[in-house]
């Protein structure tokens, strides 16, 4: 079992420029979630996706977000166009049935100039 | 809305103490509990889950607590060593809030040699 696989693991962008961070859940997982932590907010939910199908996105903060989960192996978080203010630790995590143990992935550390 | 809190924020111990972290939250009615340890520049990793059913769970040196209708969780940990040293959060999976999680702040601990 590989874990929740992120990539990249540290990203450094200027303000502006689009940033993709790619989540692969374990294999067999069904739930999918994004988390962003930082010192002042702790960790925040973003969104989260059943079956590749989003279900609650009320924590995406801004349409600069978005997130897609085009098949079970694989997600994607955008952030278009890039603020310094989204400076983080991005996690993806992911789980199988409902109430089981969630896994993490080791995230990714956005920093935006 | 389910709040999640944990005291204190900050903890150091000398080696060899045992220790309780604490976890609290506002509504009652939830699913499961789950404990995690986060060390730096790493993701969450899952330590017990406790169904609502439950009372205890035990792994090694530690042990988590749940009493919901006080709506509190204890994780001992017993012997404390250097390694111990991480950040310890507990979430809170509601009845109502489909597979989402809340969570505390966190407790970060300190096992001086």
């Known amino acids: 079992d590989a874990g929740v696989i992120q990539s990249p693991r540290h990203e450094v962008t200027e303000m502006g420029q689009e940033v993709t961070l790619r989540c692969k859940p374990i294999s067999g997982h069904n739930s999918l979630f994004w988390y962003r932590q930082t010192m002042m907010r702790g960790l925040e939910l973003l969104i989260y996706f059943n079956n590749n199908v989003p279900i609650d996105d009320s924590g995406m903060p801004e349409d600069r977000f978005s997130a897609k989960m085009p098949n079970a192996s694989f997600s994607t978080l955008k952030i278009q166009p890039s603020e310094p203010r989204d400076s983080a630790v991005y996690f993806c995590a992911s789980t199988s049935l409902f109430g089981s143990p969630l896994h993490f992935g080791n995230g990714t550390r956005l920093t935006v100039t | 809305k389910q709040e999640v809190t944990q005291i204190p924020a900050a903890l150091s111990v000398p080696e060899g103490e045992n220790l309780v972290l604490n976890c609290s939250f506002t509504?009652?009615?939830?699913?499961?509990l789950q404990w995690f340890r986060q060390d730096p520049g790493k993701g969450l990793t899952s330590l017990l889950l406790i169904q609502s059913s439950q009372r205890e769970q035990t792994s090694g040196r530690l042990n988590a607590s749940l009493d919901k209708s006080s709506g509190r969780s204890t994780l001992y940990i017993a012997a404390s060593q250097p390694g111990d040293s991480a950040t310890y959060l507990c979430a809170v999976r509601d009845n109502n809030a489909g597979n989402m999680l809340t969570f505390g702040g966190g407790t970060r601990l300190m096992v001086k040699p």
């Open positions: 509504d009652s009615a939830i699913y499961n």
